[in-house]
T-cell receptor
Framework: KAGVTQTPRYLIKTRGQQVTLSCSPI?????VSWYQQTPGQGLQFLFE???????NKGNFPGRFSGRQFSNSRSEMNVSTLELGDSALYLC??????????????FGNGTRLTVT | AQSVTQLDSHVSVSEGTPVLLRCNYS??????LFWYVQHPNKGLQLLLK??????LVKGINGFEAEFKKSETSFHLTKPSAHMSDAAEYFC????????????????FGKGTKLSVIP
């Protein structure tokens, strides 16, 4: 069974630009969640989608947005990029999004560098 | 509200010696607790999870963790370290069904980098 696939693996953008990251979950998984990982702040939850609906959102500005398609694939968008947005962005999928009985499976991430 | 504290940012052990990575948590409800491992330039892989069943949880690659409610701890151990264990380890808490959280938002510890000396 294929794992979680994130594209692209690496991205370099300039301040003020916008970027879209893509995540394909494991087949059959309906929940996709996104995390930002930086050396200073560690891993922080961005948002979670289930069946095309955003169910939960972390404490990030509105420049960070996402969506989920009917095939469960998800995209994350960051507008008006800032230097501080440089990070590894991780996507995770799970069957139900209920971590109590449906653990997360992570992709290898997209490394975003903002210059 | 929930939080996780990993007590050591870096642990160094010799190959073949025991590993202990410490984690304390705080949660208003009965939590689920997890340990994930991250190798360089990779995503996170689930090592083990505690979800209110047995307090001693066995995971993959010989790791285990013990849930101690009185000490609010969930330390990760392995009897004998292997070179391939060198990675970063994250302790994670998710509040349980009683919290009312719809999708069990996770809170991650800051991570512990494990180095294994040959």
């Amino acid at each position: 069974k294929a794992g979680v696939t994130q594209t692209p693996r690496y991205l370099i953008k300039t301040r003020g630009q916008q970027v879209t990251l893509s995540c394909s979950p494991i087949s059959g998984h309906r929940s996709v969640s996104w995390y930002q990982q930086t050396p200073g702040q560690g891993l922080q939850f961005l948002f979670e989608y289930f069946s095309e609906t955003q169910r939960n959102k972390g404490n990030f500005p509105g420049r960070f947005s996402g969506r989920q398609f009917s095939n469960s694939r998800s995209e994350m968008n960051v507008s008006t990029l800032e230097l501080g947005d440089s990070a590894l962005y991780l996507c995770a999928s799970s069957l139900t999004g209920n971590s109590y009985n449906s653990p997360l499976h992570f992709g290898n991430g997209t490394r975003l560098t903002v210059t | 509200a929930q939080s996780v504290t990993q007590l050591d940012s870096h642990v160094s052990v010799s190959e073949g010696t025991p590993v202990l990575l410490r984690c304390n948590y705080s949660s208003s409800y009965s939590p689920s607790l997890f340990w994930y491992v991250q190798h360089p330039n990779k995503g996170l892989q689930l090592l083990l999870k505690y979800t209110s069943a047995a307090t001693l949880v066995k995971g993959i690659n010989g790791f285990e963790a013990e849930f101690k409610k009185s000490e609010t701890s969930f330390h990760l151990t392995k009897p004998s370290a292997h070179m391939s264990d060198a990675a970063e380890y994250f302790c994670v808490v998710s509040e349980g069904p009683g919290s009312g959280a719809g999708s069990y938002q996770l809170t991650f510890g800051k991570g512990t980098k494990l180095s294994v000396i040959p």
